[in-house]
């Protein structure tokens, strides 16, 4: 499983042109969701996503953590994260999940961070969108876990 991480002052995500999801001050989390992936590293990521102090405090430090800055989050799923670029010039996606896996951890993941009580807003999984972002910093952070560890 990986979560790339933005800091946004805002970010939405639209369908055939219409918004189905927006955040102002929060995280933009880009999920992947691999083949081999459990509830039990959705739920090491998680906690380490909700912990995650990327927000600056008020000597300019980043102390601060998505709750205490009351932020919310924008989680779109994206296989993509898993495109194996070695051989050749076209990705291949054989390490990302099909969605009979991705598609119930995907939701597991999102549940699992309005339970923690944030606002989560999301795209539509499998679905074509178009994510806009005003990335502050620009500040990004990228999880993964392999082999049951959080890297």
Do not use: H, W
């Not at 339970?115 to 969108?129: K, L, P, S």
């Not at 005003?134 to 500040?139: L, Q």
């Amino acid at each position: 499983m990986k979560f790339v991480i933005q800091r946004v002052t805002s970010a939405s995500v639209a369908i055939d042109g219409e918004v189905c999801g927006s955040i102002g001050k929060g995280l933009l989390v880009l999920v992947g969701i691999g083949k081999s992936d459990t509830e039990a590293e959705a739920d090491r990521l998680v906690r380490k996503l909700c912990g995650l102090r990327i927000f600056e405090d008020e000597q300019g430090k980043t102390n601060l953590s998505l709750r205490d800055v009351g932020g919310s989050l924008l989680m779109i799923s994206q296989f993509t994260l898993y495109a194996d670029c070695r051989k050749g010039n076209r990705p291949s996606f054989t390490d990302a999940a099909g969605p009979e896996i991705a598609l119930p951890l995907y939701e597991y993941v999102t549940k699992s961070c309005r339970e923690q009580g944030f606002t989560v807003e999301t795209g539509r999984f499998g679905e074509d969108m178009k994510v806009s972002l005003v990335n502050d910093g620009p500040f990004t952070v990228v999880l993964t876990a392999e082999d049951g560890e959080l890297l």
